[in-house]
């Protein structure tokens, strides 16, 4: 893997850059409420681009397109359902949050029920968020090291290091306006990879249409009755599954994910808010359609080739691209990767101090000194992110994946218990903190026998959590 000095100064200028942009545009910040929301003054299209930044990964950037060059366009279902899932958290959830005193998702929890199933929820989240951001981290390092020539432990450090210091000094304000930025540099450098591809082929899109159509590319649904029942559950882009599937995971990661929930209590008010993240969700679709599309592309240039799905776009960017084009779409890679971590050292931080820490401690503490502390568990966080990458270093890809699916089985039940307290008025903390653990417990026997395909992970952790809450509140009466 060879790249021209042109591409070193490009990424070396892009990463220095975007922490000093993230630094100058975060601001000064006096309070917390400044660190961990940028004071309520962030305008709503910057919310909306920041929610896209912030769950689209280098994994997303590599995987998607490998997807479709593997396959075809039926992952699309699933990004219909991320956009239906996104609208139920825009008029269900943030309606339920709108008290003005909320600092975090699960601030919520502790209103409801009480502060045991708020810090619960938590500490799911904290163990949820390090693993699934270790293994992100990770494979953002990969290109760097390869790059470079250095360690991965280095090249770990480099990424990890960069984020941190525009999340350290700009707080939540600087990361959105970083994730502005970012969500155009990588967007920008798939639709180029995608220009030079046509230019490249000889009869240009005529070319991907005619690879596409006999290899079946461009087959967007998929109802997935043949095979019988079992097969229907068992297949992970199917038409139900898809959005079924997406819709829960999305009102997950939206609705309940202090990554994502933290950036909507930066909207100005509920309206913004509901405008945020219904956008992200049509942004969402548009963009996994590109990704989706550019992976077709890589099809009808490459064909069959006998390698990895993920490894067919960067293969690309390095092989094919010239100079200084790899340099910025290599940029794009990182800007995916650093937009998700900054967000996710964001996100441990103020659940560990506002679930955590404030609630329980009995001292009198300045603004001044909270802040401090604040900044010092951003600190923390970012190295436990490195540990955490680290030890995915020796990885295979299947350990990758488990990873990556702790937050669907954990999902279902953070999800559930938030929709046992808002349309179950019986509904008390012990009930809550029963079909939370359960449904969990339920997650942990669905994955290890690998009973359905992972689309169904957060619906069936949903129901389980529920159920069993709703069952304990009848046990509880009869007593």
């Known amino acids: 893997m060879s790249l021209e000095s042109i591409d070193y100064i490009i990424i070396g200028i892009y990463l220095i850059g975007i922490a000093l942009f993230g630094i100058i ?100 989240f904290l163990f949820t968020r390090i693993a699934a951001d270790g293994v992100r981290l990770f494979a953002t390092a990969i290109p760097l090291k390869l790059i470079l020539g250095i360690s991965y432990p280095t090249a770990i450090i480099i990424i990890a290091i960069i984020s941190l210091i525009y999340t350290y000094t700009g707080g939540l304000k600087g990361i959105i306006w970083v994730d502005v930025i970012q969500m155009f540099i990588y967007l920008g450098g798939a639709i180029i990879a995608g220009f030079f591809i046509l230019n490249l082929l000889p009869n240009g899109f005529q070319s991907v249409i005619e690879a596409a159509d006999k290899a079946h590319k461009f087959s967007f649904i998929n109802f997935g009755f043949e095979g019988g029942l079992k097969n229907f559950f068992s297949r992970p882009y ?69 390698v990895k799905s993920d490894e067919i ?51 009198e503490i300045s603004e001044a000194k909270k802040l401090k502390i604040s900044r010092l568990v951003t600190v923390v966080w970012a190295v436990l992110l490195i540990i955490s990458a680290v030890l995915f270093m020796d990885s295979s890809k299947a350990v990758v994946e488990i990873a990556l699916s702790i937050a669907s089985f954990t999902y279902g039940g953070l999800l559930g218990t938030f929709l046992l307290g808002i349309f179950v008025k ?23 026998f690998q009973l359905v395909a992972w689309t169904w992970y957060t619906l069936i952790g949903v129901i389980a959590t529920i159920i069993f809450g709703k069952l304990f509140i009848v046990f509880q009466r009869k007593k």
Not at 269 to 277: I, R, T
Not at 314 to 321: A, D, G, S
Not at 324 to 342: D, E, H, P, W, Y
Request: proline share 3%; hydrophobic share 50%.
């Open 238 to 306: 199917t038409l139900f599954g898809g959005i079924f599937g997406g819709m829960f995971l999305s009102m997950a990661s939206h609705g309940t994910d202090q990554l994502i929930v933290q950036r909507l209590f930066a909207a100005k008010n509920l309206k913004d808010g509901q405008k945020a993240v219904i956008g992200s969700g049509v942004i969402i679709v548009f963009q996994f359609a590109i990704f989706l599309i550019l992976g077709v592309m890589l099809y009808a240039y490459y064909g069959t080739l006998n």
């Open 25 to 124: 545009s975060g601001g000064k910040q006096k309070t917390t409420d400044d660190y961990f929301a940028g004071s309520k003054t962030i305008p709503w299209w910057a919310v909306c681009f920041s929610i896209v930044a912030a769950e689209t990964s280098t994994l997303t950037f590599i995987s998607v397109p490998g997807l479709a060059y593997l396959t075809n366009l039926n992952f699309l279902q699933i990004a219909i359902g991320f956009l239906l899932g996104r609208i139920v958290v825009a008029y269900v959830f943030l309606p339920a949050y709108d008290t003005g005193g909320l600092k975090t998702a699960y601030t919520y929890l502790e209103d409801r029920f009480g502060k045991k199933t708020r810090s619960f929820a938590s500490i799911v």
């Open 313 to 363: 776009f960067p293969m690309f960017i390095i092989n094919v691209l010239p100079p200084g084009v790899s340099g910025i779409i290599i940029a794009g890679l990182f800007a995916a990767a650093m937009s998700t971590l900054a967000a996710s050292m964001s996100s441990l931080s103020s659940s560990t101090v506002l679930d955590l820490y404030f609630p329980f401690t009995k001292k």
């Open 426 to 448: 019986k509904a008390n903390q012990p009930s809550a903190l029963f079909g939370f653990i359960l449904g969990i417990i339920t997650m942990i026997m669905v994955i290890s």
